[in-house]
Every structure is written in C-alpha cells, then in structure tokens.
C-alpha cells in the first residue's frame, strides 16, 4: 500500500529525481532556512521557520439588491417577487419575499435584511441598487447614513445582484 502511494506522488510530481524530494522535505519533513555570514563558505546554523502570513482588510460594507421579475406561481405566502441582496465582504446572497412592488413592500423587505445585517455587526456604508428605487426606500437609506448608487438602465453588469440572482 505505503509503494502504491508513493508511487502515485512521484508521478503527480511529475517524477522528480531523489535528490529534489529530499531537499524540498528534508529530514523532518519541515521548512528550514539556512543562515550564514555572506563571506562565509560553511553555514553556521540552520533554524526552523514556521511562517504564517495574515493582512488585515478592509472592510467595504457594499450591498448589492435587485428584485426578479414576477414568478409565474404565487407562493403560498403571497409571494410573487424575491429581492436578492449580495454583500461584497462576506459574499453572502440573502433573499426577502416581496408580494408586489410597491414602495412600503421594497422598504419592509429591505429594512428586515438591513436589519438582520446589523445585528451581526455590519454596518453598510454603501447601496447599488437597480434604477427603480422609490422614494420611501431613499429616505430610509439617508436616514440610516447609507449612501446609495442607481445602476443606470439596461447596464446590469454594474450590480453584483445580477450575478446573483443567476447561482
């Protein structure tokens, strides 16, 4: 079994010689890093190396919504739309149920998922949203200090909800 599987890692490795699988192992099968003076023609020591590489980001706390067209079924809640919401940090879709289009329709659906991002610490700082976007819906957003962007007509590709609404 240990010949099979040794086997079938040379090959993967596309077949080198010994002499590399020992230096890209080594003895303990760590990293090691050898330091020495740069006259020097001997290394003095060897020290072992655990590298671990973090960067800090920085959050947008961009949201992306769109709503589908009108399914041809009701749900058996009254459903007949879905907004779909794409958030660019922890690229997570969410999805409402809207019963129509109307202004006071949009704005419950999108003050249930602003709310429900909130709770779980993200505060939005920007909004793309499709062309239609009804007054109420604005006046939610300035009062919440959420700045919002209007995705011209006809030009998707500049909303990540469209994306979304595809997967």
């Given at each position: 079994?240990?010949?099979?599987?040794?086997?079938?890692?040379?090959k993967?490795?596309?077949?080198?010689?010994?002499?590399?699988?020992?230096?890209?192992?080594?003895?303990?099968?760590q990293?090691?890093?050898?330091?020495?003076?740069?006259?020097?023609?001997q290394?003095?020591?060897?020290?072992?190396?655990?590298?671990?590489?973090?960067?800090?980001?920085?959050?947008?706390?961009?949201?992306?919504?769109?709503?589908?067209?009108?399914?041809?079924?009701?749900?058996?809640?009254?459903?007949?739309?879905?907004?779909?919401?794409?958030?660019?940090?922890?690229?997570?879709?969410?999805?409402?149920?809207?019963?129509?289009?109307?202004?006071?329709?949009?704005?419950?659906?999108?003050?249930?998922?602003?709310?429900?991002?909130?709770?779980?610490?993200?505060?939005?700082?920007?909004?793309?949203?499709?062309?239609?976007?009804?007054?109420?819906?604005?006046?939610?957003?300035?009062?919440?200090?959420?700045?919002?962007?209007?995705?011209?007509?006809?030009?998707?590709?500049?909303?990540?909800?469209?994306?979304?609404?595809?997967?």
């Amino acid at each position: 079994m240990l010949s099979k599987l040794v086997a079938y890692s040379h090959k993967a490795a596309f077949s080198p010689v010994p002499s590399t699988w020992i230096d890209a192992i080594g003895s303990t099968g760590q990293k090691t890093t050898t330091l020495a003076p740069a006259n020097a023609t001997q290394p003095i020591h060897t020290k072992r190396m655990h590298d671990v590489f973090a960067t800090q980001i920085q959050l947008t706390c961009k949201l992306a919504t769109d709503q589908t067209c009108r399914f041809p079924y009701v749900s058996s809640r009254g459903a007949k739309y879905i907004m779909i919401t794409h958030e660019k940090d922890y690229n997570t879709i969410l999805t409402g149920c809207l019963a129509n289009r109307t202004a006071a329709e949009l704005t419950r659906t999108y003050t249930a998922i602003y709310t429900y991002l909130t709770l779980r610490g993200l505060k939005l700082r920007l909004q793309i949203m499709d062309n239609e976007c009804p007054e109420k819906l604005q006046k939610f957003m300035r009062n919440t200090i959420i700045a919002y962007q209007l995705v011209p007509p006809n030009y998707h590709r500049h909303n990540p909800a469209e994306k979304a609404i595809g997967t």
